[in-house]
């Protein structure tokens, strides 16, 4: 059974960073491009960056130039490299492939920026 663990997440405050880490397990992690999604109160869950197994990204307007995905195919990890985080960055956070997420989801890792 394919598992999906997020991690990292916490209380933050405004321009400040978060590191959020995803850990796979029972797939062809290598195979897949792996994305970052997250979930805002009251909004529908949204794609907002993503890693093709070569390594070639790409980002949601709202968080490029702020947000850097990496991975690593021999641990099987996705990571989230968060800075200058705003109020709106608030969500669950939440990894699975991209675009299309087809894996069961995972619980998520909170992220709250508030002062």
């Known amino acids: 059974q394919v598992m999906l663990v997020e991690s990292g997440g916490g209380l933050v405050q405004p321009g400040g960073s978060l590191r959020l880490s995803c850990a796979a397990s029972?797939?062809?992690?290598?195979?897949?491009?792996m994305g970052w999604y997250r979930q805002r109160p009251g909004k529908e869950r949204e794609l907002v960056a993503r890693v093709t197994s070569s390594g070639i990204t790409n980002y949601a307007d709202a968080v490029k130039g702020r947000f850097t995905i990496s991975r690593d195919n021999a641990r099987s990890t996705v990571v989230l490299q968060m800075n200058s985080l705003k109020f709106e960055d608030t969500a669950v956070y939440f990894c699975?492939?991209?675009?299309?997420?087809?894996?069961?989801w995972g619980q998520g890792t909170q992220v709250t920026v508030s002062s």
């Open positions: 699975n492939t991209a675009p299309l997420p087809v894996k069961s």
């Open positions: 029972e797939m062809a992690f290598s195979s897949y491009t």
